[in-house]
């Protein structure tokens, strides 16, 4: 199937006058339903007294309609796969260890993997884990001229925006309903405005945890960080949570929790010390850990901080994610996930999963999604499907393979967050200054080409003379769907839920895409 949908028209054109009258309807739209951030610290007291809106586009942005529906099934086996590489020590051990895998090479990997590998060890508390996934796509343009959808990236742990980008799409749905966008597109109907409902989703998820715990007035620690911006992405979850569930939630950054959590010796329950107000014996349990923090390297300054990682790991809180699940979503797996055999250990193998093995059919939509990735370290004896004549020297086959492609490539290492990746032209340099020994932290990844378009972006500006006027701007579009997993113990069961999803969109020449970092915009979809 193909999409007859001209990207190249997109946006519509409007007059001056349409622009503004719609720049202040989404601006007060987006104040009054909480699509938010807080100010840079230094401009905010203590306790928030204001906010500015989060940047978006005025326009949804064009997705073929049958590529929707493809990026939303496929996130039910994604949800599988990810949940059962979390269950495989032996896997893990092996691509992320810190004796046979990367965390050799790459120390934070290493010291997350160590810890949990002592926690195993010594036998772990709680069996389940909970995952809240979101699984990133762009639109590929391939030889033949069809679209496709790629995989950028799964991620297994702090996904964010998933309630800022039900509140986009509910911007998107207003301002056609109040303008119908001047009739400026064909397209702009509402049945093209898929409905997303995220927060519901993602709420249903931790209170599956939560349940599966099983203990009344027990509660729910959200692990921030300190001066976190994003709050308006994360206070919704918990709004949800207490009005549908009456679930209580805690939430406390690492700093503070290396004061006040504590796990039982004997029933390995976590508590956190609270004040008398809260309740009366200065303690509540936790029956889920949901980090919305943890993934980054310098969130750990001090060893007292794994140390506190590891007191909430070893506890019988469900995780979310466990660092099992953490390593899972490291973009090493992902690149092993494309070696040969490696989806089918986790999908089809009857031996392993019995009635739980997925069709063919389904694992060859996901090798679809799948764009040609190696790891540095790849050797000349490794079997690659497009494996060129065989180069001599000294260098890894994965060094020079990565040479000789730099214009198509990325390359990313084992990090989070954005900013972390070396694109086409950098990779040279790059790699010459690359020490041999760190070759195995880093995986090659061929780029994605998504089809040209555009929109317009639109920042608050934060005082008089900074402008709001919308900035017209050609774009790329990801495409996240977000998914939950629990699962764990000895049937090895997942219970799995596709929830919604969300649109970023960057400017065409920037090459990373973080909304929090300032390169990209919260968007909707609009079906062609
Ligand atoms: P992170 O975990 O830091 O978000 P990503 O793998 O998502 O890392 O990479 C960051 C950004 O880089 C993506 O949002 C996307 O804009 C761009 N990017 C990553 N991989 C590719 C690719 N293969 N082709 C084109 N762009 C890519
Ligand atoms: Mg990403
Ligand atoms: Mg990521």
């Known amino acids: ?196 409902q995220n927060i519901v989703g993602l709420a249903s998820g931790l209170a599956e945890a939560h349940n599966a715990y099983g203990v009344v007035g027990a509660r729910i620690l959200f692990v921030v960080q300190p001066g976190e911006r994003n709050i308006f992405d994360q206070r919704p979850l918990e709004y949800q949570l207490l009005e549908e569930y009456s679930i209580q939630i805690i939430r406390q950054t690492f700093d503070e929790l290396a004061e006040t959590a504590s796990v039982d010796p004997s029933t390995s329950i976590l508590r956190i010390a609270c004040s008398r107000d809260i309740e009366p014996s200065g303690f509540v349990e936790i029956s889920t850990v949901y980090y919305r923090s943890g993934y980054m390297p310098h969130e750990y300054p001090t060893s007292g901080h794994y140390t506190t990682r590891f007191l909430l790991e070893r506890s019988k809180a469900i995780k979310c994610p466990t660092i099992a699940l953490q390593l899972a979503g490291g973009k090493k797996v992902q690149e092993v996930l494309t070696q040969p055999g490696v989806l089918e250990r986790f999908l089809t193998d009857e031996t392993r999963y019995g009635k739980g093995v997925l069709s ?108 709001q006027a919308p900035v017209k701007a050609e774009t790329v579009s990801e495409l996240g769907i977000y998914g939950w997993a629990l699962f764990g113990g000895l049937n090895k069961n997942v219970k799995e839920r596709e929830v919604g999803w969300l649109v970023r969109t960057k400017g065409k020449d920037s090459d990373e895409g973080g909304v929090a970092t300032g390169f990209s915009v919260l968007d909707s979809v609009l079906l062609v």
């Not at 586009?57 to 309609?65: A, D, E, K, M, N």
């Open 1 to 196: 199937m193909t999409s007859s949908f001209d990207f190249t028209i997109w946006p519509p054109t409007l007059t001056n006058s349409q622009l503004e009258t719609l720049t202040l309807l989404a601006s007060t739209s987006a104040l009054a339903n909480g699509l938010l951030y807080l100010p840079p610290a230094e401009k905010q007291p203590n306790i928030p007294s204001a906010a500015i809106h989060a940047p978006f586009s005025l326009f949804p942005s064009p997705f073929p309609r049958y590529l929707f529906d493809k990026a939303r099934r496929l996130q039910n086996t994604y949800n599988i796969l990810y949940a059962r590489i979390a269950m495989d020590d032996e896997f893990l051990d092996k691509v992320m260890g810190a004796e046979e895998g990367l965390g050799k090479v790459d120390d934070f990997i290493g010291q997350l993997w160590r810890g949990w590998k002592q926690l195993r060890d010594d036998g772990l508390a709680q069996p389940l884990h909970l995952g809240l996934f979101r699984s990133d796509y762009l639109l590929h343009t391939e030889s033949g001229g069809d679209l496709s959808i790629k995989q950028v990236e799964f991620n297994t742990i702090s996904v964010s925006f998933g309630c800022l980008s039900q509140k986009v799409a509910a911007l998107h749905r207003y301002l056609l309903q109040t303008s119908g966008y001047y009739q400026s597109s064909p397209s702009l109907r509402k049945e093209n405005f898929p409905s997303n």
């Open 360 to 467: 063919v059919e389904n694992v060859n939509e996901l090798k679809e999604s799948f764009m040609s990735m190696w790891g540095l370290d790849v050797g000349e004896d490794m079997l690659l499907p497009d494996l060129e004549a065989t180069v001599a020297g000294t260098e890894h086959y994965g060094v020079r393979k990565a040479r000789k492609a730099a214009l198509s490539l990325v390359l990313k290492p084992q990090r989070e967050g954005g900013g972390n990746n070396v694109y086409k032209e950098a990779i040279k340099s790059f790699l010459d200054n690359l020490p041999p020994q760190e070759r195995q932290a880093w995986i090659a990844m061929e780029l994605i080409h998504p089809p040209e378009t555009g929109n317009y972006l639109i920042r608050a500006g934060t005082t008089q003379s900074e402008s």
